[in-house]
């Protein structure tokens, strides 16, 4: 999983609590990002960020906030707010910021509200 | 609009023959595209990557082919061996801002 992390690797949590999901990498890359995957889905982009203190929304950012206070940390909250949150989470970092660069993921985080 | 898709969401391929995975996209202006493999509940492993000035390159046991003119690429498993057996998924990065479009994926079953 080339030097990220993430955890836990399942989570489970009630509808209408608020949880989040960590993502470190040791590998000095400037760039993380965080992807939703339904079943039988590709991945959809939820936020990204490019530089420490500094992130964007994705295609699905509703429902779901990020921090960045640190290069190699890049938490995710899910939201009460967010609709159908229960799927797998993936955190991936990029070395060069603002470039077409390769993209390596962490396990997964896969969350299930109950 | 613009997306990254497959053209077919499963393959069964007899173990020892060689695989072809194919991919479709439609945004001109991304300038690079990156196979990922994905087993079960683990996240995208990389592959292989391409670049828009060119036309095909190589790996272990994989090649990857891009024309540009059908805007189609391929992914290439000489040999294909049981741990072959995932998700195959096809990835641009998009020049303007630099995010990763991903499309649905194929599935390849390895028959032993």
């Known amino acids: 999983d080339g030097g990220i992390t993430q955890s836990p690797k399942y989570l489970f949590r009630k509808e209408g609590q608020n949880v989040t999901l960590s993502c470190e990498q040791n590998?000095?890359?400037?760039?993380m990002y965080w992807y939703r995957q339904d079943p039988g889905q590709g991945l959809r982009l939820i936020y990204y960020?490019?530089?420490?203190?500094?992130?964007q929304k994705g295609d699905i950012a509703e429902g779901y906030s990020v921090s960045r206070e640190k290069k190699e940390s890049f938490p995710l909250t899910v939201t009460s707010a967010q609709k159908n949150p229960t799927a797998f989470y993936l955190c991936?970092?990029?070395?060069?910021?603002?470039?077409?660069?390769?993209?390596?993921f962490g396990p997964g985080t896969r969350l299930t509200v109950l | 609009g613009e997306s990254v898709g497959l053209h077919l969401p499963t393959l069964s391929v007899q173990e020892g023959d060689n695989s072809i995975i194919n991919c479709a996209y439609s945004?001109?202006?991304?300038?690079?595209f990156i196979w990922y493999k994905q087993e079960s509940g683990k996240g995208p492993q990389f592959i292989i990557d391409?670049?828009?000035?060119?036309d095909k390159r190589q790996g272990q046991r994989v090649t990857v082919l891009l024309n540009k003119t059908v805007k189609h690429l391929s992914l290439q498993i000489a040999a294909t061996q049981p741990g072959d057996s995932a998700v195959y998924f096809c990835a641009e990065i998009r020049s303007n801002d630099y995010k990763l479009s991903f499309g649905a994926g194929t599935t390849v079953t390895v028959r032993a």
């Open positions: 991936a970092s990029s070395g060069l910021a603002g470039a077409t660069d390769t993209q390596y």
């Open positions: 960020s490019q530089i420490v203190n500094d992130f």
């Open positions: 391409i670049r828009s000035n060119m």
């Open positions: 590998l000095n890359h400037d760039a």
């Open positions: 945004n001109s202006a991304s300038d690079y």
